[in-house]
Every structure is written in structure tokens, then in C-alpha cells.
């Protein structure tokens, strides 16, 4: 009954998001093209960075980046969003996180299809291209079991919400977005990529753009650490499933 609700939810919030833009879909392609266009002019054009290849480098990193924020920004709230409707019909709280983090995939899908031809016109495909959608996957567990926490955590400490936006703001200035892992001094690598979006974004370059195998032990850590938050995020929701609605602004 709630996978039907989940559905259900998403394609409206997917018909009503298109409805409100102007460029329909293609809002979604746009919104991440214009960012890489600003990156290249600023990197490229003012500051003579980036070299040859820097297109399809900002391509991989802006879309993983952008995907992973909106979702978790709007999972965070999926809960506070939804009092008026869990104060009239008990719904598990979890629904909301996932409907949130659904959507953000149905979007983010969108762009890859065209983010994949792109990188084909850019790049000559690999067999290893197969292990981008392992890397997705991994990413996929992160954003669920950050949106899963933060919806529980959020109408507890609703200042979180306008903390938020500044924090992935400076997130994506340490996630390698727009600058190359070799920029980073040596010993300092291995403190970048626990930041799990700093290494997910470098996986994503090592087997779209270098032809190279991704790290199997360092996606399997992100994804136990990602299973260990999702766990507690659903406990959580359950134990405090029937104060959420009580907690209005």
C-alpha cells in the first residue's frame, strides 16, 4: 500500500514540478549546463586551468554533486512538509524521505541519459563505463541514508534547514567538483576522500574518463557506512513515529 503511495507521490511531485517551469524538462538538463558553463569560463577562459578534457571532468562532477544535494535538501524537510497530512491519515514516516529521494532519481536519470551521450561525442566508451552504475548505486545508499537521518533529525532542530544550504554549499568547494584530485598535496588525499562525495566524484572520473577499475574497498566502506546511517535514520522514524505529527511549528 505505501510502495503505492511512494509511486503515486512521486510522479505528481514529478508533474508538478515540470507544470511550474516554463522549459519544462529541460530545466533539468539546463540547471547543471549552466554550472559547468560558469566553471569553464572562470577555470578556463579567466584563469587558463582546466586543459584539455575539462568539459567531460565538470560534467561527471557537477551532475553526481548537484544530484546529491537536491535530494538531500529536500528529504530533509520531506517530514516537516507533510505535518498537515500525517495529522489527518497515519502514513510511516519513512515514506517521505524515500518519495523525496525517488524523485531526485527519476531527475537525475533524466540527465544521465544525457550526460551519457555527451561523454560518448567527448570520450571513447570503455568496458569500464559498466562500473559507473556501480558508483550510482553506492551514491544512491549515501543519499538515501543522509536524507533518511536528516528527515528524522530535522523537526527535532529545525534550524538544521537553513544550516543545511551553507553546508553544501562549502561541501562542494571539498568535494572536487571543479579541480582535479592532483591539486590536492599527497598526504592530505587520504583525509579528502572521507569525505564520501569527494571520493564517489573520483570514482566516477577514474572509470568514465581514465579507463580504470574503481576501488572496490572504498565503495564497499562508503556503502557499510551508508547502511550503518540508513539503519539508524529508520529506527529513528520508528521510534518516534507518532511524535512527528506533534511537532508543529
Same mark, same amino acid.
Given at each position: ?40 569560463? =572562470?577555470? =578556463? ?9 575539462? =568539459? ?97 533529525? =530535522? ?95
Amino acid at each position: 500500500t505505501y510502495v503505492r503511495y511512494i509511486i503515486y507521490k512521486v510522479k505528481s511531485d514529478l508533474r508538478a514540478d515540470v507544470t511550474k517551469n516554463y522549459l519544462s524538462y529541460f530545466w533539468w538538463i539546463l540547471e547543471p549546463c549552466l554550472m559547468i558553463a560558469v566553471f569553464y569560463v =572562470v577555470f =578556463v577562459k579567466l584563469f587558463d586551468r582546466g586543459g584539455e578534457g575539462f =568539459v567531460s571532468f565538470l560534467l561527471l562532477g557537477v551532475t553526481s554533486w548537484m544530484w546529491f544535494q537536491s535530494s538531500v535538501l529536500s528529504a530533509s524537510q520531506s517530514i516537516r512538509k507533510a505535518t498537515g497530512l500525517t495529522l489527518q491519515v497515519y502514513i510511516p514516516k519513512y515514506v517521505f524521505p524515500f518519495s523525496a529521494v525517488l524523485f531526485g532519481v527519476f531527475q537525475y536519470l533524466f540527465v544521465m541519459v544525457v550526460l551519457l551521450a555527451l561523454l560518448i561525442a567527448l570520450v571513447p566508451p570503455t568496458l569500464f563505463w559498466f562500473y559507473y552504475f556501480l558508483v550510482f548505486a553506492v551514491q544512491l545508499l549515501l543519499i538515501l541514508a543522509l536524507s533518511t537521518l536528516l528527515a528524522a533529525l =530535522v523537526p527535532f532542530i529545525p534550524d538544521l534547514t537553513k544550516l543545511l544550504p551553507s553546508l553544501t554549499r562549502m561541501g562542494m568547494f571539498v568535494s572536487g567538483v571543479f579541480y582535479p584530485q592532483s591539486l590536492i598535496p599527497k598526504e592530505y588525499v587520504e583525509y579528502f576522500r572521507y569525505n564520501p562525495m569527494a571520493g564517489l566524484i573520483m570514482e566516477y572520473r577514474k572509470v568514465m574518463l581514465d579507463g580504470l577499475l574503481p576501488d572496490f574497498i572504498y565503495l564497499g566502506k562508503v556503502a557499510l557506512y551508508s547502511a550503518i546511517l540508513l539503519a539508524l535514520g529508520l529506527w529513528m522514524l520508528k521510534k518516534f513515529d507518532r511524535i512527528y505529527p506533534r511537532l508543529v511549528e
